[in-house]
């Protein structure tokens, strides 16, 4: 089945810095990336996401890349604010919307 | 807007009790996962449905059995707690691929 990893476990920035969080999946097969915030005590809520047949996506202060060919996409978010602080999951999922997620990312953005 | 809504935010139970999460959707989603949370780990899918009556399992199913009677609603069974199963428990329902995520509940068993 599919495994996704993700790197850093932790990440702290300054204010204004940008942060990279990379994840690699498994299973050529899959062919939807979305990444989940998930603030403290609340429930994760889907941020960005990319299919298979693009290269790359922005929503303004967010980014996500995707490489297919060596299956690894990857979060960016310039311009970091305290508000940035979560944790940030990846996830890999195929047709069928059977979806796995990374371990998380915990951002810390430092006033 | 998508509800996804939990039956209980915080629950304690003994070790050996018979446990039931619900998860109740009110968008008319087809798909429909239970995942559990802990540090360092994750989600990890435990069960998923694409119907009613349908169920598949995911990477953790040991322990854990599921229902799906009714198209809004999913529920998740202990069927004999255990102490290794104290956890933050997610249901997420969706229709294509994006998924939406209940409040959670978290379990303590003792």
């Known amino acids: 089945g599919e495994n996704v990893e993700q790197h850093p476990s932790t990440l702290s920035v300054q204010e204004g810095d940008s942060a990279v969080i990379k994840c690699t999946y498994s299973d050529s097969a899959s062919n939807y990336f979305p990444w989940y915030k998930q603030e403290l005590g609340k429930r994760p809520q889907l941020i960005i996401d990319?299919?298979?047949?693009?290269g790359e996506k922005k929503d303004q202060r967010i980014a996500v890349t995707l490489n297919k060919t060596a299956k690894h996409f990857s979060l960016h978010i310039t311009e970091t604010q305290p508000e940035d602080s979560a944790v940030y999951f990846c996830a890999a999922s195929k047709e069928n919307n059977d979806m796995r997620f990374g371990a998380g990312t915990r951002l810390t953005v430092k006033p | 807007d998508v509800k996804v809504t939990q039956s209980s935010r915080y629950l304690v139970k003994r070790t050996g009790e018979k446990v039931f999460l619900e998860c109740v959707q009110d968008m008319d989603h087809e798909n429909m996962f239970w995942y559990r949370q802990d540090p360092g780990l994750g989600l990890r899918l435990i069960y998923f449905s694409y119907d009613v009556k349908m169920k598949e399992k995911g990477d953790i199913p040991e322990g854990y059995s599921v229902s799906r009677e009714k198209k809004e609603r999913f529920s998740l069974i202990l069927e004999s707690a255990s102490t290794n199963q104290t956890s933050m428990y997610l249901c997420?329902?969706?229709?294509?691929?994006?998924?939406?995520f209940g409040p959670g509940t978290r379990l303590t068993v003792t």
């Open positions: 997420a329902s969706s229709f294509l691929y994006e998924q939406y």
């Open positions: 990319i299919r298979s047949n693009v």
